[in-house]
């Protein structure tokens, strides 16, 4: 949690062959993702994120393109980590959202998921 990016990419196959063998499958996700989108193969149960789909996009292009920046090592290192810890900071507010979404406390819990 989250599983964005490249865990998604890699889970969504697997969540492909367990529809096809007649399970049911259920996937928990944020409304603000970069690549977990509804589909037929599964029922999507989507929770609230503090910040929207432009903001998250944009933090990660500045993220990925300071990672390739020039400049002495000491300087790509800080201003790598201070990505790592913003895009950290997400995960965690998303995960602080999901938590705090009752309804679907609720439903995870009663359906045993």
Same mark, same amino acid.
């Given at each position: ?54 903001? =998250? ?6 993220? /990925?393109?300071?990672?390739? @920046?020039?400049?002495?090592? $000491? *300087? ?13 900071? =997400? ?6 959202? /999901?938590?705090?979404?009752? @309804?679907?406390?609720?439903? $995870? *819990?009663?359906?045993?998921?």
């Amino acid at each position: 949690v989250p599983v964005d990016g490249s865990h998604w990419l890699s889970m969504r196959e697997v969540l492909d062959m367990l529809r096809q063998k007649g399970h049911e499958v259920v996937v928990v996700a944020p409304e603000v993702s970069l690549h977990i989108k509804p589909s037929k193969n599964f029922v999507m149960k989507m929770y609230s994120t503090p910040y929207t789909q432009e903001e =998250m996009e944009k933090d990660f292009k500045v993220f /990925l393109h300071t990672s390739f @920046e020039e400049g002495s090592f $000491l *300087e790509r290192f800080l201003k790598v980590y201070e990505g790592m810890k913003k895009v950290g900071n =997400m995960s965690a507010a998303c995960c602080q959202h /999901l938590l705090q979404n009752k @309804e679907l406390m609720r439903y $995870l *819990e009663e359906t045993k998921f």
